[in-house]
Nanobody, 115 residues
C-alpha cells in the first residue's frame, strides 16, 4: 500500500519558520514535492525535488523555502522561513511513482501564518 504521511503544520506568526515532513512507503518515487491550496484558490506547486537532486520552486517562495530529502528515512522535508500570511494554505505532499508515473498525495497539513 502506497502512503504519504505528512506532519509539521501549525500556526506561526509572520516571519516565523516551520518544517514540514512527508514520509513515503510502499513504492519508489522518482520525484517528490509539495503543493499548497489556499481557500478559494487552485492547488499550486511550491517545490519539487527530482532525481539528481534537481529542485524547482515557485517564484513566491524562492529564497525562503528549501526542499530536501533523506533517502534513508524515505522522507522529504520543506523548510519554510520568513513565512508570510499569503503562505497560509493546506500543504500536500506529492510523489510521482517511478514505474507508472502515477501521482500519489498525502492527506494535507494546515499551515496558518497569522499574528
Amino acid at each position: 500500500q502506497v502512503q504519504l504521511v505528512e506532519s509539521g503544520g501549525g500556526l506561526v506568526q509572520p516571519g516565523g519558520s516551520l518544517r514540514l515532513s512527508c514520509t513515503a512507503s510502499g513504492t519508489i518515487f522518482s520525484a517528490m514535492g509539495w503543493y499548497r491550496q489556499a481557500p478559494g484558490k487552485e492547488r499550486e506547486l511550491v517545490a519539487v525535488l527530482r532525481r539528481g537532486d534537481i529542485t524547482n520552486y515557485a517564484d513566491s517562495v524562492k529564497g525562503r523555502f528549501t526542499i530536501s530529502r533523506d533517502n534513508a528515512k524515505n522522507t522529504v522535508y520543506l523548510q519554510m522561513n520568513s513565512l508570510k500570511p499569503d503562505d497560509t494554505a493546506v500543504y500536500y505532499c506529492n510523489g510521482r511513482q517511478v514505474v507508472t508515473s502515477k501521482d500519489y498525495w498525502g492527506q494535507g497539513t494546515q499551515v496558518t501564518v497569522s499574528s
